[in-house]
């Protein structure tokens, strides 16, 4: 009879801890830029509400989608932030574990430069040039822009138009540039504002985002950074979940419509950046909320210039049509 006390005790104590466990949603935000609108409610939403559920949030913070993956695949984390062809590559592995459910930010590419006489693309013949993340967005997007105009590029250089360097960690590219160590950089926000801020000298010469609209014929800048959701938790926790998506819209909203209070937001929250650098990015950093199924073309359109530079970086091939969170229009 003790034993089979002890068990029910045990299975009584299990179930407390599931049912807390499913009242509290865990969000997995990245230090740094993608995550700024998340400011506002690592602050204010202490919890979300739909109907008569609720649910407690948590964010924990990475330095990186390489150390927040392990968590969601472990089920340890319920909604988290990455680069588009990240999320696309997990899905494609074959368990479907992450769905995109929000496009949250948009390209936010410029060459930077300490050259008043780059005016184009073409300028960039026989010059070095700084790419922040090898097998990233900002490669595939500048290879993309490269070969569109016509100019050949490599790693070593020797037998290119266009020579392209990942040896400089993104944080540390700005500084490099300001010290005349280097010339030239292909770089998301905040770091172009970061170099400008702190040097009249560095210019944002040449805009990725217009130069991408003008080749591809495209009506809509290609997707940055997206939020993904474990696929269970999302079926398991649809009114919740969708609160979730509401009240982060707002957030995003906020954030744009407050640079000042958002730079603040961010500073206290520790996500890694001052509150005087988030306030002059937020304008031009192109932070969106569009729900997946209205984002599937151009998400489409994204994945198929990395499909080009690199199978491997997608997974091999596009995403089905139940990669895209189909929520309900608030």
């Known amino acids: ?141 500048f290879r993309y822009i490269l070969d569109e105009n016509k100019l050949s590029y490599s790693s070593d250089g020797k037998t290119a138009d266009v020579k392209l360097d990942f040896s400089i960690p993104t944080a540390q590219i700005a500084a490099q540039m300001i010290s005349g160590k280097i010339e030239y950089a292909v770089v998301p926000e905040p770091f172009a504002t970061i170099a400008q801020i702190k040097s009249d000298s560095v210019k944002a010469a040449l805009d990725l985002q217009k130069e991408y609209l003008e080749l591809s014929g495209s009506k809509e800048i290609y997707p940055l950074s997206v939020m993904v959701v474990r696929a269970d938790f999302a079926k398991e926790n649809k009114e919740l979940f969708e609160a979730f998506l509401y009240e982060y819209e707002k957030s995003v909203s906020w954030t744009i419509a407050n640079p000042a209070e958002a730079g603040k937001l961010t500073e206290k929250a520790e996500l890694g950046l001052a509150a005087g650098i988030v306030t002059k990015a937020i304008p031009v950093s192109n932070y969106v909320y569009i729900p997946a199924d209205k984002a599937k073309k151009q998400i489409e359109e994204m994945l198929s210039i990395f499909l080009k530079c690199d199978k491997t970086s997608i997974g091999g091939k596009l995403p089905d049509k139940n990669f895209y969170y189909g929520q309900k229009t608030k």
């Open 1 to 141: 009879m003790k034993k089979i006390g002890l068990l029910i005790t045990s299975v009584i104590f299990s179930a407390i801890s599931l049912f807390a466990d499913e009242s509290v949603i865990h969000v997995g935000v990245l230090n740094g830029p993608t995550c700024i609108p998340a400011a506002y409610m690592i602050e204010n939403n202490k919890t979300v509400t739909a109907g008569e559920k609720s649910a407690d949030l948590s964010f924990e913070k990475f330095a990186d989608p390489q150390a927040l993956l392990p968590k969601l695949i472990k089920k340890e984390v319920d909604i988290g932030f990455m680069p588009v062809n990240v999320a696309a590559k997990v899905y494609n592995s074959g368990n479907k574990a992450l769905l995109l459910c929000a496009v949250t930010g948009k390209g936010n590419l410029s060459l930077i430069t300490t050259n008043t006489e780059i005016k184009r693309f073409t300028d960039l013949k026989k010059k070095t040039v700084y790419v922040a993340g090898q097998g990233a967005t900002p490669e595939y997007m």
